[in-house]
């Protein structure tokens, strides 16, 4: 089975499904979950198209071009996942880099050998951390010389928070969160059906994009479950027929709260591992 | 350092044969984008101040990034012969950077937001899609564990649509032929 009719949902990020003020409320919403990327674009490729020479001569490289940093960066543009994240080691690695840039006092995770005092520092920087994520020094741009990091740091920091929360109300307070947990697990058994490496869901270009289409295609389920006769060539002209006509408020809300459901089972996911992790080493 | 750029593809537009057939393709795109919004809307005779814009913008993008093919999307499973079973227009990159010049209202501005959004978006792109075969494939296993249900009747569609499919190709051979 495949989802060609997505296609253009996935290439155009869903603008075409929408009316076009909508659109941009939608890609508003979309692009609001994309990390923030400090460097500056290219405007220009080196290479330029092969012109004839008399022509290319005056105005060849007007002014020093803007290029990628790092071979590094560029894949990290492409979609592919790098998979040194999926790495435990790595990831635990990246996350004490990003407390010790994030808060003020020093953390040495490495140094805390017994559970409890890593527990003790982790819940005293919630507050520091916080400080500095409403201020959001880490954007500042003197950290362009670290950018092949950027992107990892800036996921490990946008969960950071609320991580810490959950973590601290799952862990050492109990009679709140049992039965928030409790009433949301009848409709979370999805999350539990995801394949177990979901490491690489947080690490697609543009997840959000893809909690979308799912809202979009429930949208549409009634409908084709009531059709007897039904073959993709119908689906697609089905959909094709919706295009600018999708609701963006409905829609949106489908999709942030299955992303929200999502983030955080996935983060409970990273912190469970990393505490056995943890333990075992 | 926009402006150089593009008076550099408005002087050599004329001898070189590459940037005039990047032009055509981007000229037949510019006037079908959302013409259906006031904003780029034209009659027939005039030419709308925005779309000439915009026309700038791919243009100037396309010659100064030659290592991205402009896309009107769906290029290459339009090659694989999937054009009838997507019945999309053909979409691409005129999609983003209308709706760009549409907030930004600068051309200058609009060329910059592109570039930045392209390094994002530039691998959905590319010739392979392998980008987007993978977007595909994290749709798929998403649908699958949310909604299995769901999931079985496309696949029930999937197996009879593979005989339509099949014949479809050959009903498009034949008009093809005769």
Do not use: A, W
């Given at each position: 089975m495949n989802l060609y009719f997505t296609y253009r949902w996935l290439l155009l990020e869903c603008?075409?499904?929408?009316p076009f003020k909508e659109s941009l409320r939608v890609h508003e919403v979309m692009w609001a979950t994309l990390p923030i990327e400090n460097e500056p674009p290219?405007?220009?490729?080196?290479?330029?198209?092969?012109?004839?020479?008399d022509i290319n001569s005056p105005i060849h490289c007007p002014m020093p071009l803007q290029r990628l940093p790092s071979d590094d960066n560029r894949r990290r543009t492409?979609?592919?996942?790098?998979?040194?994240?999926?790495?435990p080691s790595n990831r635990r690695k990246f996350r004490q880099y990003s407390h010790s840039v994030v808060s003020s006092n020093e953390i040495n995770l490495s140094g805390s050998r017994s559970s409890s005092i890593y527990h003790q520092d982790f819940c005293s920087t919630i507050t520091s951390d916080e400080q500095q994520f409403h201020t959001s020094i880490r954007y500042d741009h003197n950290l362009n010389s670290l950018s092949t990091k950027c992107k990892q740091r800036g996921f490990e920091n946008s969960y950071s928070l609320s991580e810490i929360s959950e973590f601290d109300s799952e862990i050492f307070s109990t009679n709140i969160s049992s039965t928030t947990s409790s009433q949301q697990s009848t409709t979370l058994d999805w999350l539990t059906r995801?394949?177990?490496?979901?490491?690489i869901w947080l690490l697609d270009d543009n997840s959000f994009l893809l909690f979308l289409c799912i809202a979009i295609l429930s949208a549409h389920r009634q409908y084709l479950f009531k059709q007897k006769t039904l073959d993709q060539q119908d689906i697609a002209v089905h959909f094709d027929q919706h295009r600018r006509r999708h609701s963006a408020e409905k829609l949106l809300t489908v999709a942030r709260n299955l992303y929200e459901q999502y983030i955080q089972f996935a983060r409970k996911q990273r912190m469970l591992d990393d505490l056995n992790l943890f333990s075992v080493s | 350092m926009i402006s150089r750029l593009k008076k550099r593809w408005k002087k050599i537009e004329h001898p070189n044969e590459k940037i005039r057939a990047i032009m055509r393709a981007i000229h037949t795109d510019v006037v079908r984008t959302d013409r259906t919004f006031e904003f780029y809307a034209a009659s027939n005779n005039a030419s709308n101040a925005n779309i000439e814009a915009l026309f700038n913008i791919l243009v100037t993008f396309a010659v100064s990034h030659p290592s991205i093919p402009y896309c009107q999307g769906s290029r290459h499973l339009f090659d694989r012969g999937f054009r009838p079973l997507l019945r999309?227009?053909?979409?691409?990159m005129n999609e983003y950077a209308s709706t760009l010049l549409y907030v930004m209202r600068d051309e200058a501005l609009t060329y910059l937001s592109f570039c930045s959004i392209m390094r994002r978006i530039r691998a959905n792109f590319s010739v392979k899609g392998i980008a987007i075969a993978t977007k595909f494939q994290h749709l798929t296993v998403l649908l699958r564990a949310y909604d299995p249900v769901y999931w079985h009747l496309f696949e029930t569609c999937d197996a009879g649509s593979l005989i339509i499919s099949f014949s479809l190709f050959w009903y498009i051979l034949f008009c093809f032929f005769f």
């Open positions: 603008k075409r499904e929408f290219e405007l220009c490729e080196e290479e330029l198209i092969p012109v004839t020479p492409m979609s592919c996942p790098p998979i040194c994240v999926n790495e995801l394949p177990r490496d979901i490491q | 999309v227009h053909f979409v691409g």
